[in-house]
């Protein structure tokens, strides 16, 4: 989910139709700008205050706490990778987006033909870190009862009193996870590479 706003937004605030650019921008800055933990609260114990109290009812009857961590999570994290995807597109060299707009038209296939498939590869290593903030934050989920990695840990410290043991493989087990998804987005990276303009070390040759 969060891919998917990032996409839309990115990419929106980057067309040459003022008005769709501000209201991605709008989007953007407004959801990125307001800590994670503040927007798990707003769904979990604000939102459901709008809506009949049957239907709150249910919702806390049904796994609400969990929604809300989604909500939550994708808004907040859909915002910041949107800001990935649209410094990929405006990386381009201004001569081949140009070029893209020439060569190709009407207007939506130099992003689909051209621009699009170019910025997804720069942005590879922003998405890795972004997706590594993404696995991480999920840990405040906890603090809105949903039973992720952290919430996990903490029962288990409570119910044998082994602090050491039950932080340390949470610990390990954040390792693992974060250490993969980095591996792999690193393979991606390699294999998607475009020779002459991403260069490993963060430098493009000229």
Request: proline share 7%; hydrophobic share 50%.
């Amino acid at each position: 989910m969060p891919s998917y706003w990032a996409s839309c937004s990115g990419l929106c605030e980057t067309v040459p139709f003022r008005p769709l650019r501000a209201v991605a921008t709008a989007y953007v800055e407004f959801f990125r700008n307001v800590p994670l933990l503040v927007w798990l609260f707003f769904w979990y114990f604000g939102a459901p205050e709008a809506l009949p109290e049957s239907m709150r009812q249910w919702l806390i009857h049904h796994g609400w706490n969990f929604w809300s961590a989604v909500a939550g999570i994708s808004i907040y994290h859909g915002a910041r990778m949107s800001e990935v995807i649209r410094s990929g597109i405006q990386s381009i060299p201004r001569r081949s987006s140009r070029r893209a707009f020439q060569r190709v038209s009407p207007f939506p296939r130099p992003y689909r033909l051209i621009i699009i498939p170019i910025a997804l590869r720069l942005i590879v290593p922003p998405v890795t870190n972004e997706s590594l903030n993404l696995l991480k934050n999920s840990s405040l989920a906890m603090t809105i009862g949903v039973a992720e990695l952290t919430f996990a840990t903490r029962q288990i410290e409570t119910y044998t009193a082994k602090a050491i043991e039950a932080f340390t493989a949470g610990t390990v087990i954040y390792l693992v996870l974060c250490l993969s998804i980095a591996f792999i987005m690193n393979k991606v990276e390699r294999r998607f590479a475009i020779p002459g303009l991403i260069a490993r070390g963060g430098r493009a040759e000229h």
